[in-house]
């Protein structure tokens, strides 16, 4: 079956981190005239929509992730004027563009924080969540980026607490008051009108919340999103937000979707509930992280059959209504091929333009964040000085005043830490990689000038750039490989991830060894076929001579075309 087609099923997305991407100015912080000066790179690479991380006016304790004026530019990016024409000149290039929507918390240097806190009567009291002092300490909510991980703040001023389900200074907006709602669907049209093409919507379940705020009896601190994410009125907001704004525009919308469960997935994609178009789950993002952690890795190593059961589970979940959404990477987590590839020299090329294979060869709208088309790696920074981020920052300061292992915190973030997507993109081998004139922000990972970088991979013959290139452009020409039927092959087996893609008659098959070793793969028997034709291959083809049997190289992928 076919669902429904449309351009953005059957587009790739390109993330960018406008912070790392491109300095103009030589402040040491990217800007949007870097970005405009890249488009033409950008358009290159085969990718049709970019999502850009926020650009608004911020005083930056979450990197833009605190807006403190939603239809203003940030001072360090641009101006009003430099968006426009970076709008302009994308959609010369047939480029879209999605942005982030950043409404469960806003700065509380945001107007309407700072008259919130001003008087209980104040007109803006109840845009936000407060809790009177009277009524005693709020019970417990757990906060991401709080040093002491408590989510309500004790403000003077008017006797009361806010809450903050992430740092202190992103203070929760009520959606309960319809006012809120207004307003934030007002500036969703303000961006419409200027043409954007859609949103990304951040951690959007914890838009409602039990306002009687029990007590939670969860064990585990993490275990407390269950409670207070997703809460009652959640579908009645997302299908109200579609309805007020998304369904008037040619345009779609992905929600960050921390908390939503296979079995609620259709709740929120189905075409007729319109509410959201996709979202992103965290169930890979959880692998390779202890059970109930967000942010610690796990000492096992995760297995090939643990991460098939995960995308087999989730593509079975969209087969037959709603839309996937697919990525290995973003600005919260380590780099892909660091974190699923192999980054050591014998295994970068091929593992980082597997990864690559992998997103483009399945069903959903994959997502690429900046630098994987060069398989950028992680830094894995081990001086608590090189962070800049609240995430590490506060927790590093929990754990030292509650006399944890900071030891064992720090090697984890080596592999965990947001920083590692966060380093300044590479192009070229200069100082900084070509980065900013200027000091950067945050140091650079030192291997932008063995090979890591843009410039280099443009000349190099084989690179996973060129690569890049080339894949992009079998998906684009196959809708198989978009809407086709997904099966896997061997759910079970811990070195080859084998599947076929059906459409019609078209019949794709992909071969990906996830191992630093040789393989030897058969097909199950009910695979059939008359000839093959190899479409692309990320190293030369061991052997493939005989009809069911394959013999992979490490890290190799192969996309095969069968005809009967
Ligand atoms: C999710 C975003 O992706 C992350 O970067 C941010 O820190 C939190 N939401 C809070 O907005």
Redesign the pocket.
Known sequence: MISEQTWWKEGIVYQIYPRSYKDTTGSGVGDLQGIIEKLDYIASLGVTIIWL?PVYDSPND??G??IRDYRKIMTEFGTMEDFNLLLTEMKARGLRLVMDL?V??CSDEHQWFQESRKSRDNPYRDYFHWWPAEKGIPPKRWS??DVDENAWKYDAQTDAYYLHY?AVK?PDLKWENPEVRREIYDMMHFWFQKGVDGFRM??IPFISKDISYPELDAKEPHEFIAFYANGPKIHEYLNELNREVISKYDAFTVG?GPGISINQALDFVHEDRKEMDMFFHFDLMSLDRQPGEVFMMRKAPWKLSEFKKIFNDWDSAFAKAGWGSLFLA???FPRAVSRWGNDSAAYWKNSATLLQTFLLTMRGTPYFYQGDEIGMSNVRFTDIDDYKDI?TINRYENIKKNGGDLIAFMESEKHAA?ENARTPMHWDASQHGGFTTGEPWIRLNPNYASGVNVASQEVEEYSILHYFRKITTVRKSNLALVYGDYECLHPEHEEVYAYTRTLGGECFLILLNFSDVTVTYSLPSHIQYNRKTKIISNDLILDDQTYKEFMLGAWQAVVYKLEN
Do not use: A, S
């Open positions: 991380n979450d990197n992730y605190d950043v469960n918390h991401y980026f992430f992103q951040d951690v960050e973003n600005h919260d995430n947001r």
